[in-house]
T-cell receptor, first 115, second 114 residues
Framework: KAGVTQTPRYLIKTRGQQVTLSCSPISGHRSVSWYQQTPGQGLQFLFEYFSETQRNKGNFPGRFSGRQFSNSRSEMNVSTLELGDSALYLC??????????????FGEGSRLTVL | AQSVTQLGSHVSVSEGALVLLRCNYSSSVPPYLFWYVQYPNQGLQLLLKYTTGATLVKGINGFEAEFKKSETSFHLTKPSAHMSDAAEYFCAVIPSGGYQKVTFGIGTKLQVIP
């Protein structure tokens, strides 16, 4: 069974640009959540989608957005990039319903560097 | 709102020694509790979880954790450290009835000395 796949794995952008990250969940998983990981802040929750609807949202500015498609694949977008957006962005999937919350399966992440 | 505190951002143990990683939580309702492990350049992997029932929870790779409500703690232990245990460990909490909005601790990097 294929795991969670995130693309691209590494990318470099400059300030002011925008970036789109993609996440393909495990087959059958309908919930996809996104986290930002930085050395100073640890793992911070961005948002969670279930059946194409945003179900939870963290405390990030509106520059951070996401969406989920009918096949459960998800994308997140960051516009007007800032230096502080440099981080590892992790996607996690789960069945999302009828199971214990928090049992997440993580991808390897997309490492974004903003210059 | 829930929060998680991991005492010690870096812990070093000798190979074969006891591993003890501390986690305390605050939550307005009884939570679900988790430990995740992250190896270099990889995503997180679930080690173990507490939902309801038995307070001593066993996970993968010989790790276990005990939920102590009176102490609001969920410390992770392993009797004998192995070199392959070197990784970063994250305690996490989600309130009962919550969705997937998991709150993670800052993480503890475990170093195993041969």
């Amino acid at each position: 069974k294929a795991g969670v796949t995130q693309t691209p794995r590494y990318l470099i952008k400059t300030r002011g640009q925008q970036v789109t990250l993609s996440c393909s969940p495990i087959s059958g998983h309908r919930s996809v959540s996104w986290y930002q990981q930085t050395p100073g802040q640890g793992l911070q929750f961005l948002f969670e989608y279930f059946s194409e609807t945003q179900r939870n949202k963290g405390n990030f500015p509106g520059r951070f957005s996401g969406r989920q498609f009918s096949n459960s694949r998800s994308e997140m977008n960051v516009s007007t990039l800032e230096l502080g957006d440099s981080a590892l962005y992790l996607c996690a999937s789960s069945l999302g319903q009828g199971t214990t919350p928090g049992e997440l399966f993580f991808g390897e992440g997309s490492r974004l560097t903003v210059l | 709102a829930q929060s998680v505190t991991q005492l010690g951002s870096h812990v070093s143990v000798s190979e074969g020694a006891l591993v003890l990683l501390r986690c305390n939580y605050s939550s307005s309702v009884p939570p679900y509790l988790f430990w995740y492990v992250q190896y270099p350049n990889q995503g997180l992997q679930l080690l173990l979880k507490y939902t309801t029932g038995a307070t001593l929870v066993k996970g993968i790779n010989g790790f276990e954790a005990e939920f102590k409500k009176s102490e609001t703690s969920f410390h992770l232990t392993k009797p004998s450290a192995h070199m392959s245990d070197a990784a970063e460990y994250f305690c996490a909490v989600i309130p009962s009835g919550g969705y997937q909005k998991v709150t993670f601790g800052i993480g503890t990097k475990l170093q195993v000395i041969p």
